[in-house]
């Protein structure tokens, strides 16, 4: 049998198959296995927390609604900042994979066909070293494009738009439309689409190549005026 062309193949294939379980798999683990597991508290980042207060300030109504009021001084409620945007991150993620969001699209930009020049940097195995990665979502389909590099890409007004209803913004898109995660209208995302679009502008926001916003100054939170009825008889 094996000195047959058939043989021979199988052979072949069974040592390829050897070779890439033990370079994508058994090395890797060797390699980062007394890496402690980040939680999503210490995975908090200026990128991601910009993202978050960006939301606080476009849809202050909503926000005040699924998180409370924060802090009169951004800097000052650090604490409370944080600890929300790592709750946001867990939601974001569990609705993203409810929601079915990982058939489409991959999260694991390969050394291979350019890939590289489509989505970002190859994706690294220290990236996956983290509760938000567990399990990964690499993915198998991609009719939407790579998502680990999404983040700070585009706005949270585009994403909020993207979600309410795809094809305004990206004209014959096959992605359905999840009006549920607003209440009625793309400007009141509740906090299920709060905290999706949190979760996907988080991703990849640990690189160099993520839109700098470490340096940014957080602007005041304005509380939504409440509205009020004329005393007028």
């Known amino acids: 049998m094996f000195e047959s062309k058939s043989g021979i193949l199988l052979v072949a294939g069974l040592a390829f198959f050897g070779f890439a379980f033990l370079s ?40 005040v609604k ?41 999260q694991f930009v390969r050394p291979v066909s350019n890939e590289d020049k489509r989505w970002g940097p ?10 938000l990665q567990r399990p990964v979502l690499f993915g198998t389909r991609r009719i939407g494009p790579d998502l680990s590099r999404e983040g700070g890409r585009r706005s949270n007004d585009w994403h ?18 999840y009006p549920w995660l607003f209440d009625g209208a793309p400007d009141k995302p509740n906090r299920r689409g709060l905290a999706l679009i949190t979760y996907v502008q988080w991703l990849g926001s640990w690189l160099e190549s993520y839109p700098d916003y470490e340096n940014y100054q957080p602007a005041p939170f304005e509380k939504p ?9």
């Open 24 to 63: 994508n798999a058994a090395v890797p683990y060797l390699m980062y296995r007394n890496i402690p597991e980040q939680t999503a508290e210490e995975l908090v980042n200026g990128n991601v927390r910009f993202q978050f207060e960006d939301l606080s300030r476009r849809y202050p109504e909503s926000f």
């Open 66 to 106: 699924a998180y409370g009021d924060p802090p009169a001084d951004p800097e000052a409620g650090a604490d409370w900042w944080n600890q929300n945007v790592a709750d946001s991150l867990r939601e974001g993620r569990d609705i993203y994979v409810g929601e079915g969001c990982w058939h489409c699209h991959s």
């Open 122 to 131: 190859v994706s690294a195995s220290w990236e996956y070293q983290n509760e």
């Open 160 to 177: 909020a738009v993207h979600l309410f209803k795809p094809e305004m913004t990206s004209t014959k898109s096959p992605m359905p439309e």
């Open 225 to 233: 005026a409440e509205d009020s009825e004329s005393e007028d008889e």
